[in-house]
């Protein structure tokens, strides 16, 4: 019942900036929570970012401030705006629709200092 497709990984500097697009193709976007999730090595996978179908959103302590979950219904796509980019934020970012347990294939974001 959904597909999702993850766009907007890749190389940065510290302190730059990324925007992560997971494209959903399901008729039940507009009432589904999603979250963006990552992993880094000899790490669990974490919470990053969460938005509800009626746009309420949370935030890691870690990235609260820099980064930024927003959805556009119309377009059925999810977004990770991220800002001043630490190293540490160097991780394989999923997203996920919460309704059916599914994950996204995931994306690679790495940040050099």
Do not use: N
């Amino acid at each position: 019942q959904v597909q999702l497709v993850e766009s907007g990984g890749g190389l940065v500097q510290a302190g730059g900036s990324l925007r992560l697009s997971c494209a959903a193709s399901t008729t039940y976007f507009s009432i589904t929570d999603m979250g963006w999730y990552r992993q880094a090595p000899g790490k669990q996978r974490e919470l990053v970012a969460h938005i509800t179908s009626g746009g309420t959103v949370s935030y890691a302590d870690s990235v609260k401030g820099r980064f930024t979950i927003s959805r556009d219904s119309a377009k059925k796509t999810l977004y990770l705006q991220m800002s001043s980019l630490k190293p540490e934020d160097t991780a394989v970012y999923y997203c996920k629709a919460d309704r059916f347990g599914c994950w996204g294939q995931g994306t690679q974001v790495t940040v050099s200092s």
